[in-house]
């Protein structure tokens, strides 16, 4: 893990549709190395994003988790 952030205001996303959220990230440099390491010697960066939305509607609320893994290829 090299970074934590949460979103504290409301997002209102209209039906049917896609909206980009950017949230804030706190990264802690000192726990970066690995990340430098896997660019380094394999030209590409292994990410995953976990965390869960709380999704209100006219029946309630409701706490939905996600995740999303992959590899950013850094090669040109």
């Given amino acids: ?3 934590q952030g949460n ?5 209102l996303v ?3 549709s896609n909206t980009r959220v950017k949230i804030p ?3 802690k440099f000192k726990d970066w190395h690995e990340s430098m390491r896997s660019i ?3 030209h590409n ?3 995953k994003i976990e965390g869960s939305a709380q999704i ?3 029946f309630g609320s409701v706490k939905m988790p996600f995740s999303k893994d992959g590899n ?3 090669r040109n």
Avoid: F, R
Avoid at 7 to 11: A, D, H, P, S, T
């Fill in 40 to 42: 380094i010697h394999h």
């Fill in 25 to 27: 990230v706190d990264a």
């Fill in 72 to 74: 950013i290829n850094l």
């Fill in 1 to 3: 893990e090299i970074g």
């Fill in 7 to 11: 979103l504290k205001e409301e997002v």
């Fill in 56 to 58: 209100k509607t006219v």
């Fill in 14 to 16: 209209p039906p049917l």
């Fill in 45 to 47: 960066l292994p990410y």
